[in-house]
């Protein structure tokens, strides 16, 4: 096998270190250190690769610490994309040293195996949560609002039929749940269905509902990750049309999920077939004509929070906002900022709290700005952070997905 | 059990970290390593790195290193281009980046008081709110702090009209190498009648003292602005525009020159729709407090661009416009990534009235030494940025990079010029010194120094040796 970073020795050769991205990348905004910007991040791989500087403790920050949220990339001049090449040093060590720290891997193989993500949410809502409670200020746990963050014993795939038929189907859809819109966000689920099947869809779940597998991509554990590929497409390869609800889902089923078999002629015409099937929610909503079925009978205020992994990786931005303002009596007011990270990365708001809720913080104090009552958004775990961020500022404005404000709007 | 000696590394770390705290002390080799660069190619490593987040704490620090013989090398964002951040021998790196809030906003008086960490960008974010704005704006605006741009004395597009760094400093405080806190200069207006110490800090690159605070003058927006945007087929094509518009008598805000390789460098970076076989391109804006005012500049423009037999002239009608061009323009210097993966970048001045002569010498030099030499220019300065593009990799061309740069600055200086616009003398044009100036000059310049920190503990060895 090739040495990694050989393979991206030019691309992180082009930083030209003009440190443009300084003024892009969130956690060198909130922190200040060199180490924690696109540009340190890149230099530093880059000093690893010319054997410069060990891959230490140190380092495993580096490359940990960042977002993957893609905005220093936008900024930059010279064409570098900062998240990619982290993705690829975190690739490199892990072949080099395996995940650690001992957590993280706990984590990332809990995702894989259903029964022990049970028992991780569970964790939360039974013993984990009520250990907290009795700490005080606990409350607020590694930035996430341990009291409101929900989580519930009996998964939403547990609460459903397998198939939620409409008479006279237009269109046969499977639902991709995400783990955690099963485990942590089932009232969403149940939204994202009933918009769905008020629109004419035939709705299927299947009782098999792997992870898709980016948890394990992101943090560099591709072999993990082509597994739980495969285990997707075994389920839902047989179906034409695939939806998920969950930004980050949808990017890793749509985008990644192909670019982790470049390597695989005769796995990857499987993957792209499938991927071509794959659609996000609002994308797949905004070509079912439901505006005419909205009713309202009371104003609200709504702004829109872009999932990073929507706005920078699939670049779907427009589909849910015309959604949101095709709901009567629904104004909408865009927020400052509405497509920068909101900080939760997947596991970098659990190791990198601090930094996290720093960046949270100005996106709660964005929300609260827009004068918006609601805010809505994409992909559940940027509703668990900036829920959790919204509640530190002393915030009642609730977070809903955008499945949720359209199906308030739809009778039963 | 033996007890481990404790090294002078481990009581220069503890000894910041009483000072400091933990959170603003950094050691280790990874991001040693990431304190090692700045915008330039040139590299050293630092003990540590130091996150003052008072004035006490910097006096503290201070005297700590005027007691231990370490020397200090204070940082901003580290987006010089001299080297004037680059780590010395036995030093630690003083960053003001976590030091800045903005501490009073006086719109009666035009000032703010700010620290050193304030980010251009995000000064002019905060006071667009109340219609003002901080007029010197480098295009590296986004990440350069005001400890950066005072200490550079940085110029920006908007500065043929409105002036560089220097003046817009009211007034200063510093930490000098004795320990001692000096505010220079007013609070409310300039008020320097004799010995000006406050212009004196404006581009002393962190040799004199540590910087903690800013006055700094700040003015309403200009409520009118018209954009202008002209494609010529050669460069002197559009230097003649340039000194012809000066000629006219006309003070635009901003006039920048980019050639046909940046055009194209940018246009990869950014596809705002620049037309990629144009030779060079001006943008050209004026400002002033009404539209009626800026029409008859306009007209005035457009006659001696035509003059010029432009391929393209037009003038912006929308913010997107507008924008786009700007777009293009800040991102010139790091576009160039795009084509090779090293550039060396000058920051030569002629007198305007040389503008034309200055390109035909870069065009010659590129010719000379057979480089790739893109060109940039803040031409209303008759200040350079020639980018000669390479690759660091290669011996033999780096060889030639250093002889053109050579070429260019000699060319600037015969043409009755300077080396050094904007960016300062650091590490990289510290050789080149001696040829722009006499050794009396260069003598009074040591002495200023010496008079500052005697003890040459502020980023000694940079602009010169002591
Ligand atoms: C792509 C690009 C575009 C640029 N465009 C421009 C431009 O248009 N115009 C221009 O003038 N420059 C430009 N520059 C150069 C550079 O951005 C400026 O010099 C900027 O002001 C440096 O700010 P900084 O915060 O990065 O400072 P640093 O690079 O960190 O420091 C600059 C100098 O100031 C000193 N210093 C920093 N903080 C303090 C302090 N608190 N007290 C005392 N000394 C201090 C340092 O020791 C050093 O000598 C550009 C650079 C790049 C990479
Ligand atoms: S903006 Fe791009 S080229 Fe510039 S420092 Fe950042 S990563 Fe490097
Ligand atoms: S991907 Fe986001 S967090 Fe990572 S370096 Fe780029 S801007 Fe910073
Ligand atoms: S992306 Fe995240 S939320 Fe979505 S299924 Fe995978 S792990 Fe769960």
Redesign the pocket.
């Known amino acids: 096998m090739g040495d990694i970073l050989a393979e991206i020795y030019e691309k992180l050769n082009t930083c030209g270190?003009?440190?443009?991205c300084h003024g892009a990348c969130k956690t060198y905004k909130k922190d200040g250190a060199e180490f924690f910007v696109a540009r340190g991040r890149v230099q530093l791989i880059k000093a690893l690769a010319d054997g410069k500087i060990e891959d230490d403790h140190d380092y495993e920050n580096v490359i940990n610490s960042c977002l993957l949220c893609g905005e220093c990339a936008i900024a930059c001049p010279s064409g570098v994309k900062t998240h990619e090449l982290v993705l690829a040093a975190r690739r490199d060590y892990k072949l080099k040293k395996g995940i650690r720290p001992f957590l993280k891997s706990l984590i990332l193989s809990s995702m894989t195996k259903p029964g022990r993500l049970k028992f991780v949410f569970n964790f939360f809502d039974g013993f984990g949560k009520n250990a907290m409670r009795r700490l005080d200020g606990m409350q607020f746990f590694r930035g996430i609002d341990m009291y409101t963050m929900p989580s519930s014993n009996n998964p939403f795939v547990a609460q459903v039929p397998e198939v939620v038929s409409v008479s006279a189907p237009k269109k046969r859809v499977a639902f991709f749940v995400g783990c955690f819109m099963n485990y942590a966000f089932v009232s969403s689920a149940h939204s994202v269905v009933k918009v769905l099947t008020k629109a004419g869809c035939e709705v299927t779940v299947p009782r098999d509902q792997p992870c898709c597998g980016l948890p394990q991509y992101v943090y560099g554990d591709f072999e993990a990750a082509r597994a739980q590929a495969k285990k997707v497409i075994a389920t839902f390869g047989k179906y034409d049309t695939v939806v998920t609800a969950c930004g980050s889902c949808a990017s890793m089923l749509k985008k990644e999920m192909v670019e982790l078999f470049h390597d695989d002629p005769s796995y990857l015409p499987t993957v792209k077939a499938f991927a071509a099937k794959v659609f996000e929610f609002s994308e797949l909503v905004s070509t079912l004509g439901i505006e005419d079925k909205l009713h309202s009978d009371s104003p609200q205020i709504v702004t829109y929070h872009d999932p990073c992994h929507l706005v920078r990786y699939l670049k779907v931005t427009d589909e849910p906002r015309k959604l949101l303002k095709s709901v009567p009596r629904l104004q909408y007011n865009e927020m400052f900022e509405a497509n920068r990270c909101c900080g939760a990365a997947g596991l970098v708001m659990a190791f990198y709290q601090e930094l996290s809720t720093k960046i949270t913080a100005d996106k709660a104090a964005n929300i609260i700005g827009s004068g918006a009552e609601t805010v809505a958004t994409s992909c559940p775990a940027c509703m668990l952070k900036i829920n959790s961020g919204l509640k530190l500022k002393g915030s009642k404005v609730p977070v809903k997905h955008v499945a949720d404000v359209l199906a308030e709007a739809l009778r039963d | 059990m033996a007890v481990a000696q404790k090294t002078d590394q481990d009581t220069l770390v503890e000894a910041l970290i009483n000072i400091a705290g933990e959170q603003d002390v950094v050691t280790g080799r990874v991001a040693m390593y990431a304190y090692g660069y700045?915008?330039t190619l040139l590299f050293g490593v630092p003990r540590a790195v130091v996150f003052p987040e008072s004035t006490q704490e910097v006096v503290d620090i201070v005297n700590y290193c005027r007691a231990t013989g370490v020397n200090i090398?204070?940082?901003?964002?580290?987006?010089?281009?001299s080297g004037?951040?680059i780590p010395v021998d036995n030093c630690i790196i003083m960053n003001?980046c976590r030091m800045k809030k903005v501490l009073e906003v006086d719109l009666d008086n035009y000032v703010a008081i700010i620290e050193?960490g304030v980010v251009n960008y995000d000064i002019q974010e905060m006071l667009a709110k109340y219609g003002y704005y901080y007029p010197p704006d480098?295009?590296?605006y986004k990440?350069?702090?005001m400890?950066?741009?005072?200490?550079?004395c940085?110029?920006?597009?908007k500065c043929f009209k409105y002036g560089v760094t220097r003046d817009y400093i009211y007034g200063m405080e510093?930490v000098t190498s004795d320990g001692k806190v000096r505010w220079v200069g007013g609070r409310d207006f300039c008020s320097e009648p004799f010995y000006d110490l406050t212009r004196i800090m404006c581009g002393?690159?962190?040799t004199l003292?540590?910087?903690?605070k800013f006055a700094i003058r700040i003015e309403p927006i200009p409520a009118a602005k018209r954009t202008m945007l002209a494609f010529y087929n050669e460069p002197v094509d559009a230097a003649q525009s340039v000194a012809d518009i000066v000629a006219a008598g006309i003070v635009p805000t901003t006039l920048e020159m980019m050639d046909n390789l940046i055009i194209n460098t940018a246009e990869d970076a950014t596809g705002a729709g620049l037309p990629r076989d144009a030779g060079a391109m001006l943008i050209i804006e004026v400002d002033g407090p009404a539209y009626g005012d800026l029409d008859d500049q306009v007209k005035t423009i457009t006659e001696v661009v035509k003059k010029a037999k432009p391929k393209q002239f037009k003038i912006a009608t929308t913010a997107a416009e507008v924008d786009a061009c700007w777009l293009a323009r800040r991102v010139a210097?790091?576009s160039v990534a795009h084509r090779a993966p090293s550039y060396s970048m000058q920051d030569i001045t002629v007198p305007r009235s040389k503008f034309p002569q200055a390109v035909a010498g870069i065009v010659q030099t590129s010719k000379d030494y057979d480089l790739d030499i893109g060109i940039l220019a803040h031409a209303g300065d008759g200040n350079f940025h020639p980018l000669v593009l390479f690759d660091q990799r290669n011996k033999e061309q780096s060889e030639r990079v250093h002889k053109a740069e050579a070429a260019l600055v000699k060319m600037a200086l015969d043409l009755g010029g300077t080396m050094s616009g904007?960016?300062?003398v650091?590490l990289l044009k510290k050789p080149l010194l001696p040829n722009e100036y006499e050794p009396v000059t260069m003598g009074a310049f040591r002495n200023i120094k010496r008079a500052f920190d005697p003890i040459n503990r502020m980023?000694p060895t940079?602009i010169f040796d002591l």
């Open positions: 270190r003009c440190g443009f | 700045d915008a090398v204070p940082r901003g964002a580290g987006t010089n281009e004037g951040t003001c050193p480098p295009a590296s990440a350069s702090t400890g950066g741009n005072v200490g550079e940085s110029g920006g597009p510093f002393s690159e962190g003292g540590y910087m903690t210097i790091g904007e960016h300062g650091g980023n940079k």
